[in-house]
């Protein structure tokens, strides 16, 4: 499934349920210090973005950081603000 965000890169990105290009897209669009709340996810992505393992995000532009959700102990509330 290729998607509008995608297109600039020429690559075709893995839409599961959070489109990481689009994010970034938006949030390349405000200005730095503005905080998102990406979604309520798995802990572990913020893991996977802080180390560069979604290759099209750049883990030197963002700040990354997650908030436990009442009585969940894996899932999280995902931040991401621009630097």
Do not use: C
């Not at 998607?3 to 890169?9: G, I, M, R």
């Not at 669009?29 to 290759?55: C, F, W, Y």
Request: hydrophobic content about 35%.
């Amino acid at each position: 499934m290729e998607t509008d965000s995608s297109s600039n890169t020429g690559e075709i990105a893995r839409v599961r349920k959070f489109d990481w290009r689009l994010v970034i897209k938006q949030l390349d669009e405000m200005p730095a210090g503005t905080v998102v709340l990406v979604g309520i996810m798995d802990q572990s992505i913020r893991t996977h973005i802080r180390n560069g393992r979604i290759k099209y995000i750049d883990p030197d532009k963002y700040d990354i950081w997650t908030e436990v959700v009442d009585g969940q102990r894996t899932r999280a509330r995902l931040f991401m603000r621009k630097r």
